[in-house]
Each structure stands twice: as structure tokens, then as C-alpha cells.
């Protein structure tokens, strides 16, 4: 067993490696929608530690993603002609990031469920509603017209937006960004499981269970809910401060509500609570769009001579009817939390 | 014998309702104290404002000679009094291993980054959590069913549980909020078992209950409160023949 394990993961490892290549045969873009979904996972995975562990449910998680993104763009690019270095900018985008996420934690701290979810979705709003204003008297952000040319990341004389060969295999930027991304990857699944597996992790789910109980097991709840949200946000952070190098270009846009209820869905549909679960969630909201968008309109020329439904529309009904089947069948998400998995098995008993 | 918890004057009030006046009484290190009384008499009240959930409107409490800071519930299970509630409140989803290991946190230490970075001291304190944890399911009996959710265990191991969970924030005084609630014969009998074996091994327990035979028979000392007021507190042969519980009891003039 211990064996069969070693190979997949061998096996896993191999196919991630090589991945890009095979991807970048079919077309750059394919590496870009793979890095955009590797990204999708760190939002997931924060939002995870928010929503599917402590329990509280958070409507407005794109924020910090936003709150992330743009101190890269600012303080990287020619808008304010500075040129910072990944290794200032990343950390810092994680660090205001979370402390934003204390911010909209500390006021919220007596509500739960609905209520919460209400605020924190006015808070997503707020956040990017500042970004698409502060543009006067003093423009900082540019406002909707975004900041554009962002510096790449690069680690001293290395970019990682030019195209370099090596060993005769040519290595665009979308593929050295995949590399980077899936080192960051491991680090925040690691980082994810350790917590999960921890005193902290478990303060988080007793907090979900039963708050007044682990008020009363000696919990501070007031200071480990802060935790999740601060956590949660700086993997957010991490995110955008990656996006924001990826695309050389960030505005409002980005970050509206529909972004943060899809990646509130990865986490559902994939099994809130369970890190695996929830990659495959996002792995899976982030694929099957992109393969729909490529596929639709050609098959329906070939079939049917013409176009009879839009990519788009195809892509919201499916969605919608695959959100609708899971609620059905699989309402603990596809791969849930054992205990989760359990729980909803007695339910529906 | 020296007094661990007094409580001067405790009153609290509910909008129009005074469910405590003036409430005084002394618990003793080592000793199994009875509060009792007739439903609605103020008992779990009493415990609430014991616990941090309700904030007292007036008097004060001293534990171990100092004022109780009754602030927030986790300083008071900081400071060292533990407690288990009527309508058992155990983290349904977790295994019962994991809801005693939760009882750890506030006398353990590590945080995220002792988590992420597994640091030696981090390992080490894990371990100690889960080893003390299983000891205590031992000691309550119920470590056979470590591994189960806690919502899968029978009424009666949850209420073992959740004294477990108690137990493990080494509490100085744990107080039991009917504990014999709903439980059958046999599982009476064994719980009282177990609180005999909590008092010999030198913890001081406060009990709520409704089985009076079980407090009579269990206590050294009980208190009685009726309508928000401590109407009588003394040993338990002395509380039975007392005219003015009888009369809380059994309701008004019998002649």
C-alpha cells in the first residue's frame, strides 16, 4: 500500500511536470488557463479556511484578492514609476491582505450565517467600488481604466515574462509562471493541511460546531476567528500579488461579486472543509469553462451549420444546473470532509 | 477546609424577572456541592454568570480568594473552572479523541506558525494533547469510542464525553449542569461512580440536578435556591428536614 501510494504520487508529480508542454502544444492559451485555475486553488484554499473550517461564511473573499493585486501594481509598474521587488511586494500584498482581513473580522465577530454573509458582500463591494475611485483628487489607482504594463515577476536578471530555451525545450513565460505557481501551490496545500491538523485548526471547527462550547473549552473565539480571517485573506493576497505579475494588468473589473460566489462554489462544490476536495472543485470550475469555450462553437457549426446557443449562456446553464445536481446528490460537495460526509449521510437517512 | 469559590451577593436580573438576589454561598476545596431547586429556581442562571455567559448585575465572586475576571467564558476556564451544559454541547463532527483534545487549548500554547513549520515544540506539545486526551476518554470510559463522531455516541458516552472534554482543561472546579438528565438507572448509577472517582482524586465538583436522591446521596453540602433566593444551605440531612425546602418542593402550606 505504502508502495502504491509512492508511485502515484510519483505518477502525479511526473504528469504536473510535464504537464505545460502538452498543454502549450495545444495552445498558450491552455498554459494561461492553467495558471489562472492553479490560482482559483489558493483562493479556494483561503476561503476554505474562512468558510469551511471556522464556519464563517464570507461573501465578499474577492477583496482580498484585490487587496493583494494592486499593491503589486502599484508599487511594479510605471504608474507611479517604481519598480519593487517580487520579494517586497508578494509578502507585502499577503500582509494587507490579511490585515484587511482582521479589519472586516473585527466588527462582524457577533454575526453568523445570513448576517455575515451580508457584510462581508457589502465589504467585497466596498473594496472594489475604492479601487474604481480613487482615482481623484489624487489618482492612486487609476480608477476603471486599470493600471497597466506591470512589471513581470522576476528574481534578480531572471524574468519569468520572456520566452528562454533550455536543455533545446523553449520555456514561454506562461509555462516559467506554472513552474512558480505549482512550487507556491505546494507550499499553501502543505501549509493548509498542517493547519487543518492542528490545536488552531481544530479551535476553528469547534467554532463551526458549537461556538458557545468552545467559549466554554477555554477558546478565545474573538482572537481565533480574527486567525481564519486573517489567514484566509493573506492566501488571497498571495493570489492577487501572482495575478496582478500574470497579466500585467489590473482594474476593477476584476474583482466583482460574480468572482467571489464562483470561488465560494469551487469550495463547495468540491467539499467544504476537505483541502482536497476543495482543489478539485476549483480545478473543476476553472477547466470546464475554458473547455466549453473552445469546444461549443465549433461543434455547433459542424452539427447544426450554426451557432444556436452562446458559449457564455451554455456556460451559466451548466453551471447552474451543475450546482442544482450536486445540491441533489452530492449536497456535502463532491469529495467532502469525512466528517462533513458522515454528517449529511444521517441527514438524508 | 479551605473555600475555593464564593460567591457575595450574585443578583441578575431578566427584564422584569429577578432570576438571582442576593445569592451567597461558599464551595470548599475537595468537596461535592449540590445546588438544587425547584425548575426555574435560578440554577442554570446561577452557573451562567459562574461561566462568563451572563454578566451579573450585581455582587462578586472571588475563586480561590481573587475576584473572578467573568469577563469572557475562556478566562474563566483559564482560571480554572470547567463546565458541562444541560442540553449536552458537544462538536458534533468531531471524533470524540478530537472534542477532549479541544479541551486542551487553553492550557496548550502553539499557533500558526508552530502549526505550519511543525516546529519540535509543536510536535511535542501535539503529542502530549493527544495522549492526555486518550487518557481522559480511559478515565471516563469511553476509549473505545475515540475514533467515532462525536454525534454518533449513545446519550450516555456523550455526557462521559463531555465531562472528559471538561476535564481536560484541568479544571480546579467542574461544574455539572444536570448531568444525570435522561440517563436511565444504570447509567445514573455509573455516573455517580464517576463523580465519586473525580472527588477522590481531589477535584471539586459543583452539581446541578434535578435527581434528588442522586444529589442527597452524592453531596457533602447543598444549597437550595427558590425563586432566585438561597433558602437554605447546609448538609444534606439537614437541607431535607428543613421546613422552608420541603415547602419549595412540594408547594405552599401542607398544615
Same mark, same amino acid.
Request: aromatic share 8%; proline share 4%; charged share 20%.
Given at each position: 500500500?505504502?508502495?502504491?501510494?509512492?508511485?502515484?504520487?510519483?505518477?502525479?508529480?511526473?504528469?504536473?511536470?510535464?504537464? #505545460?508542454?502538452?498543454?502549450?502544444?495545444?495552445?498558450?492559451?491552455?498554459? @494561461?488557463?492553467?495558471?489562472?485555475?492553479?490560482?482559483?486553488?489558493?483562493?479556494?484554499?483561503?476561503?476554505?479556511?474562512?468558510?469551511?473550517?471556522?464556519?464563517?461564511?464570507?461573501?465578499?473573499? /474577492?477583496?482580498?484578492?484585490?487587496?493583494?493585486?494592486?499593491?503589486?501594481?502599484?508599487?511594479? !509598474? %510605471?504608474?507611479?514609476?517604481?519598480?519593487? +521587488?517580487?520579494? /517586497?511586494?508578494?509578502?507585502?500584498?499577503?500582509?494587507?491582505?490579511?490585515?484587511?482581513?482582521?479589519?472586516?473580522?473585527? %466588527?462582524?465577530?457577533?454575526?453568523?450565517?445570513?448576517?455575515?454573509?451580508?457584510?462581508?458582500?457589502?465589504?467585497?463591494?466596498?473594496?472594489?467600488?475604492?479601487?474604481?475611485?480613487?482615482?481623484? %483628487?489624487?489618482?492612486?489607482?487609476?480608477?476603471?481604466?486599470?493600471?497597466?504594463?506591470?512589471?513581470?515577476?522576476?528574481?534578480? +536578471?531572471?524574468?519569468?515574462?520572456?520566452?528562454?530555451?533550455?536543455?533545446?525545450? !523553449?520555456?514561454?513565460? #506562461?509555462?516559467?509562471?506554472?513552474?512558480?505557481?505549482?512550487?507556491?501551490?505546494?507550499?499553501?496545500?502543505?501549509?493548509?493541511?498542517?493547519?487543518?491538523?492542528?490545536?488552531?485548526?481544530?479551535?476553528?471547527?469547534?467554532?463551526?460546531?458549537?461556538?458557545?462550547?468552545?467559549?466554554?473549552?477555554?477558546?478565545?473565539?474573538?482572537?481565533?476567528?480574527?486567525?481564519?480571517?486573517?489567514?484566509?485573506?493573506?492566501?488571497?493576497?498571495?493570489?492577487?500579488?501572482?495575478?496582478?505579475?500574470?497579466?500585467?494588468?489590473?482594474? #476593477?473589473?476584476?474583482?466583482?461579486?460574480?468572482?467571489?460566489?464562483?470561488?465560494?462554489?469551487?469550495?463547495?462544490?468540491?467539499?467544504?472543509?476537505?483541502?482536497?476536495?476543495?482543489?478539485?472543485?476549483?480545478?473543476?470550475?476553472?477547466?470546464?469553462?475554458?473547455?466549453? @469555450?473552445?469546444?461549443?462553437? %465549433?461543434?455547433?457549426?459542424?452539427l447544426l451549420g450554426r451557432l444556436v446557443i452562446e458559449p457564455e449562456v451554455l456556460r451559466m446553464l451548466l453551471f447552474g444546473a451543475a450546482l442544482v445536481l450536486s445540491m441533489r446528490y452530492r449536497p456535502a460537495g463532491l469529495w467532502p470532509e469525512s466528517r462533513h460526509r458522515r454528517e449529511m449521510k444521517e441527514r438524508l437517512a | 477546609m479551605t473555600v475555593l469559590l464564593?460567591?457575595?451577593?450574585?443578583?441578575?436580573?431578566?427584564?422584569?424577572?429577578?432570576?438571582?438576589?442576593?445569592?451567597?454561598?461558599?464551595?470548599?476545596?475537595?468537596?461535592?456541592?449540590?445546588?438544587?431547586?425547584?425548575?426555574?429556581?435560578?440554577?442554570?442562571?446561577?452557573?451562567?454568570?459562574?461561566?462568563?455567559?451572563?454578566?451579573?448585575?450585581?455582587?462578586?465572586?472571588?475563586?480561590?480568594?481573587r475576584p473572578l475576571d467573568l469577563a469572557s467564558p475562556h478566562a474563566v476556564a483559564a482560571a480554572g473552572i470547567a463546565r458541562t451544559f444541560q442540553n449536552i454541547r458537544l462538536f458534533g463532527n468531531m471524533t470524540a479523541l478530537e472534542n477532549v483534545m479541544v479541551g486542551r487549548h487553553v492550557r496548550t500554547r502553539a499557533g500558526v506558525f508552530g502549526a505550519i513549520f511543525?516546529?519540535?515544540?509543536?510536535?511535542?506539545?501535539?503529542?502530549?494533547?493527544?495522549?492526555?486526551?486518550?487518557?481522559?476518554?480511559?478515565?471516563?470510559?469511553?476509549?473505545?469510542?475515540?475514533?467515532?463522531?462525536?454525534?454518533?455516541?449513545?446519550?450516555?458516552?456523550?455526557?462521559?464525553?463531555?465531562?472528559?472534554?471538561?476535564?481536560?482543561?484541568?479544571?480546579? $472546579?467542574?461544574?455539572?449542569?444536570?448531568?444525570?438528565?435522561?440517563?436511565?438507572?444504570?447509567?445514573?448509577?455509573?455516573?455517580?461512580?464517576?463523580?465519586?472517582? $473525580?472527588?477522590?482524586?481531589?477535584?471539586?465538583?459543583?452539581?446541578?440536578?434535578?435527581?434528588?436522591? $442522586?444529589?442527597?446521596?452524592?453531596?457533602?453540602?447543598?444549597?437550595?435556591?427558590?425563586?432566585?433566593?438561597?433558602?437554605?444551605?447546609?448538609?444534606?440531612?439537614?437541607?431535607?428536614?428543613?421546613?422552608?425546602?420541603?415547602?419549595?418542593?412540594?408547594?405552599?402550606? $401542607?398544615?
Amino acid at each position: 500500500m505504502k508502495q502504491r501510494e509512492r508511485l502515484g504520487l510519483i505518477l502525479v508529480a511526473a504528469t504536473l511536470l510535464v504537464l #505545460p508542454f502538452v498543454l502549450a502544444e495545444i495552445g498558450t492559451a491552455w498554459v @494561461r488557463i492553467a495558471n489562472l485555475a492553479i490560482l482559483f486553488v489558493f483562493l479556494s484554499l483561503g476561503l476554505n479556511i474562512v468558510v469551511g473550517m471556522a464556519g464563517l461564511l464570507d461573501l465578499g473573499y /474577492v477583496a482580498f484578492y484585490a487587496v493583494g493585486a494592486y499593491p503589486w501594481a502599484l508599487l511594479a !509598474s %510605471p504608474h507611479f514609476g517604481l519598480h519593487l +521587488p517580487f520579494w /517586497v511586494i508578494l509578502p507585502l500584498g499577503a500582509l494587507l491582505a490579511g490585515l484587511a482581513g482582521a479589519v472586516l473580522g473585527a %466588527p462582524t465577530l457577533r454575526l453568523r450565517g445570513d448576517y455575515l454573509a451580508i457584510v462581508t458582500l457589502g465589504f467585497g463591494e466596498i473594496v472594489r467600488i475604492f479601487m474604481n475611485n480613487l482615482s481623484a %483628487p489624487f489618482n492612486i489607482t487609476n480608477g476603471p481604466k486599470g493600471i497597466t504594463r506591470i512589471d513581470g515577476l522576476s528574481i534578480g +536578471p531572471f524574468s519569468f515574462t520572456s520566452t528562454d530555451t533550455f536543455l533545446g525545450l !523553449s520555456f514561454s513565460g #506562461p509555462i516559467k509562471y506554472y513552474y512558480v505557481l505549482l512550487l507556491l501551490l505546494l507550499v499553501i496545500i502543505v501549509v493548509n493541511l498542517r493547519l487543518a491538523d492542528s490545536r488552531i485548526g481544530r479551535a476553528w471547527v469547534a467554532i463551526r460546531e458549537d461556538e458557545l462550547a468552545a467559549k466554554a473549552c477555554g477558546i478565545d473565539t474573538r482572537n481565533v476567528k480574527l486567525l481564519a480571517f486573517a489567514m484566509g485573506a493573506s492566501f488571497g493576497g498571495i493570489a492577487g500579488g501572482m495575478f496582478a505579475a500574470m497579466q500585467g494588468f489590473v482594474s #476593477p473589473e476584476s474583482f466583482v461579486l460574480n468572482e467571489s460566489i464562483m470561488i465560494l462554489a469551487m469550495v463547495v462544490l468540491g467539499g467544504m472543509g476537505n483541502v482536497w476536495g476543495v482543489i478539485a472543485g476549483a480545478l473543476l470550475l476553472s477547466f470546464v469553462p475554458e473547455l466549453l @469555450r473552445y469546444t461549443v462553437e %465549433p461543434l455547433q457549426k459542424a452539427l447544426l451549420g450554426r451557432l444556436v446557443i452562446e458559449p457564455e449562456v451554455l456556460r451559466m446553464l451548466l453551471f447552474g444546473a451543475a450546482l442544482v445536481l450536486s445540491m441533489r446528490y452530492r449536497p456535502a460537495g463532491l469529495w467532502p470532509e469525512s466528517r462533513h460526509r458522515r454528517e449529511m449521510k444521517e441527514r438524508l437517512a | 477546609m479551605t473555600v475555593l469559590l464564593e460567591a457575595r451577593g450574585v443578583a441578575k436580573k431578566f427584564g422584569g424577572v429577578q432570576a438571582l438576589k442576593d445569592v451567597s454561598l461558599s464551595i470548599r476545596q475537595g468537596e461535592i456541592y449540590g445546588l438544587i431547586g425547584p425548575n426555574g429556581a435560578g440554577k442554570t442562571t446561577f452557573f451562567n454568570v459562574l461561566t462568563g455567559l451572563y454578566a451579573k448585575d450585581a455582587g462578586e465572586i472571588l475563586f480561590e480568594g481573587r475576584p473572578l475576571d467573568l469577563a469572557s467564558p475562556h478566562a474563566v476556564a483559564a482560571a480554572g473552572i470547567a463546565r458541562t451544559f444541560q442540553n449536552i454541547r458537544l462538536f458534533g463532527n468531531m471524533t470524540a479523541l478530537e472534542n477532549v483534545m479541544v479541551g486542551r487549548h487553553v492550557r496548550t500554547r502553539a499557533g500558526v506558525f508552530g502549526a505550519i513549520f511543525r516546529t519540535r515544540r509543536e510536535r511535542e506539545e501535539e503529542a502530549a494533547i493527544r495522549r492526555r486526551a486518550l487518557e481522559l476518554l480511559h478515565y471516563v470510559g469511553i476509549a473505545p469510542r475515540a475514533q467515532e463522531l462525536a454525534r454518533h455516541l449513545s446519550y450516555g458516552d456523550q455526557r462521559r464525553l463531555e465531562i472528559a472534554r471538561a476535564l481536560a482543561t484541568e479544571p480546579k $472546579l467542574l461544574a455539572l449542569d444536570e448531568p444525570a438528565a435522561g440517563m436511565n438507572a444504570t447509567e445514573t448509577a455509573a455516573l455517580r461512580e464517576l463523580i465519586l472517582g $473525580l472527588k477522590a482524586d481531589g477535584l471539586t465538583v459543583l452539581l446541578i440536578e434535578h435527581d434528588v436522591k $442522586l444529589v442527597m446521596g452524592l453531596c457533602d453540602r447543598v444549597a437550595v435556591l427558590d425563586y432566585g433566593e438561597k433558602i437554605a444551605e447546609d448538609v444534606p440531612e439537614v437541607v431535607q428536614r428543613d421546613p422552608k425546602v420541603i415547602e419549595a418542593y412540594l408547594g405552599g402550606s $401542607l398544615g
